[in-house]
């Protein structure tokens, strides 16, 4: 039963987002939700809010996987939670595509929401998780082992992680192809330990995600024809975030986000108004400032390095910090 429902939904997943993407450029193109690509010579102007293709193949995989379920195997149980993930991921992507909506005039960037809306607005897509008390309350902390949280779990834990995952995944941004790239490592490597695991329902949403960010990443590679924008970025935050919840693999799902942390702290010694992207010189990409506020700007205070190079530098970092958790 496990492998039609893992194999068949990523296939619709991924030429679903291969799709609709060149058509979203064109819709995206028409009605001017356009910014400068910032790490190009010529800064031309790219459609920006590449997250709502993403969606569009995860919905289809996922109703395709329900539907599969459902008919063929006469099984319902897991419905309701497969519909509240489906919910959080569609809500935090509404969300993300709102803060895409905002562009400044000059059309330099997403002004998007203030810093303060952010997290209050992200705490509503955490509610469907919330109200079916969604994973297990039986959690591993370090130097205490296993604990269980009992009602804090779904009331508070819950909430916090889906604020959390979302903002923090939105921080590390800014090189064509480092926020689906990074995506379709952690993604699919923590849907390959909730299969290994026998988290199958966890692991079926991980695939179908990670097929849907590969039919994407062909459009938002370098040279990007449309940036993720956050509809991306918090979709995925919320997609990390709910498969280690309905997958019981918070620990993994934690090592996987090594790098969002560090850029979080470093971003916070800027009081978060530091800039990942640079400026084009000389084929090379230059840092805006002249100290660390990023983990980008390791690789662009000392311009050696292009936009390709950075974001595949980024994308095997997230390989190898990913492939602890068989280890750790």
């Known amino acids: 039963m496990v492998l039609p429902l893992l194999y068949l939904g990523p296939i619709i997943g991924f030429f679903t987002a291969l799709v609709a993407t060149p058509t979203l450029i064109r819709y995206l193109n028409r009605i001017k939700l356009i910014v400068k690509d910032q790490n190009k010579e010529d800064k031309a102007l790219v459609p920006i809010s590449g997250g709502l293709a993403v969606i569009s193949g995860i919905l289809a995989g996922i109703m395709f996987y329900i539907f599969i379920l459902v008919f063929a195997y006469k099984d319902t149980s897991q419905t309701t939670t497969i519909f509240a993930v489906l919910t959080t991921i569609l809500l935090m992507t509404l969300i993300g595509f709102l803060d895409d909506l905002i562009i400044n005039k000059t059309q330099d960037a997403s002004v998007g929401l203030k810093q303060w809306h952010k997290p209050l607005l992200t705490l509503i897509p955490a509610i469907p998780l919330m109200v079916i008390n969604a994973g297990q309350a039986v959690m591993f902390v370090p130097f205490f082992g296993e604990v269980n949280f009992g009602m804090i779990y779904p009331l508070l834990l819950i909430p916090i992680g889906v604020v959390a995952a979302s903002n923090m995944v939105n921080l590390l941004a800014g090189i064509?192809?480092?926020?689906?790239?990074m995506g379709i490592v952690y993604i699919g490597m923590l849907g390959l330990y909730a299969y290994a695991n026998q988290r199958y329902v966890a692991a079926a949403i991980a695939v179908i995600v990670f097929a849907s960010l590969i039919g994407f990443y062909f459009y938002n590679k370098?040279?990007?024809?449309?940036?993720?924008?956050?509809?991306?970025?918090?979709?995925?935050?919320?997609?990390?975030?709910?498969?280690?919840?309905?997958?019981?693999?918070?620990?993994?799902?934690?090592?996987?986000?090594?790098?969002f942390i560090l850029e979080f702290i470093l971003k916070w010694r800027s009081k978060f108004k530091a800039q990942s992207y640079g400026y084009y010189d000389d084929g090379r990409i230059h840092s805006l400032h002249n100290k660390i506020y990023s983990l980008i700007?390791?690789?662009?205070?000392?311009?050696?390095?292009?936009?390709?190079?950075?974001?595949?530098?980024?994308?095997?970092?997230?390989?190898?910090?990913?492939?602890?958790?068989w280890f750790v």
């Open 222 to 259: 370098y040279p990007a024809k449309i940036l993720p924008g956050d509809s991306l970025t918090y979709l995925l935050g919320a997609a990390l975030v709910s498969i280690a919840i309905v997958g019981n693999i918070e620990k993994a799902a934690l090592i996987c986000s090594i790098p």
């Open 176 to 181: 064509n192809g480092i926020e689906t790239g």
């Open 297 to 325: 700007h390791l690789f662009t205070i000392k311009p050696r390095f292009t936009e390709r190079q950075i974001a595949y530098s980024f994308i095997f970092i997230e390989l190898l910090v990913s492939s602890l958790i």
